[in-house]
């Protein structure tokens, strides 16, 4: 099952906050925006999630993502208090990216402080030897790690990624198309 857009949707109202029409065409709040923007299908707790790619700190991923480049997200790796956590990206196995952290709820009331849109890469890499497999949470991938079955390598590259979907629902206002 692929993803092919996530559709977002944002109302500005005239009574929260200046508004001055730019792209669309209305003088009349509420004045709804959609963008479609390709969407990246991970795993997150054993379970499947969905997000979106906006910028990379490094041009080669930019490209792949289709994201903007933004080469000073590298300076989140250093930032105190942590501002980054890890986001697993197999180079030697083909399989869906592994995500340790996701809101929850998705939305304005999200409460796990864990969670973080900034991902610093980790690459992993299954051993000659190893029997690989699908791996689904970061639990399995440091476990593998610990039965030397694969490396982890963390990389300088930061990507901004936010989750729209969890097992748990979806980002308010967002509607995820599987096609």
């Known amino acids: ?13 005239a009574a929260a906050t200046p508004f001055t029409p730019t792209l669309a065409q209305s003088t009349t709040p509420p004045v709804v ?13 054993g379970r499947p999630t969905v997000y979106f790619a906006t910028d990379a700190s490094d041009k080669t991923v930019a490209k792949g993502f289709g994201a903007n480049f933004v080469p000073q997200l590298a300076n989140a790796i250093t930032s105190v208090p942590k501002s980054v956590d890890d986001i697993y990206v197999f180079t030697n196995f083909t399989q869906a990216n592994v995500i340790p952290s996701a809101p929850g709820p998705l939305g304005p009331k999200n409460n796990n402080q864990a969670y973080t849109p900034l991902w610093q ?28 079955q694969l490396t982890i390598t963390k990389t300088n590259i930061v ?17 995820v198309n599987y096609k």
């Not at 099952?1 to 109202?13: C, E, L, P, Y």
């Not at 299954?126 to 476990?143: F, K, N, P, Q, Y």
């Open 1 to 13: 099952m692929n993803i092919r857009s996530v559709i977002f949707a944002a109302t500005a109202f």
């Open 121 to 148: 890469i980790s690459q992993v890499t299954w051993v000659d030897g190893a029997t690989r497999h699908t791996l689904r949470s970061e639990r399995a991938i440091l476990d593998a790690a610990a039965r030397n």
């Open 33 to 45: 925006v959609s963008a479609t923007a390709p969407a990246i299908q991970g795993w997150y707790n």
């Open 159 to 175: 990507v901004n990624c936010a989750v729209v979907q969890t097992a748990s629902g979806t980002l308010p206002n967002t509607v």
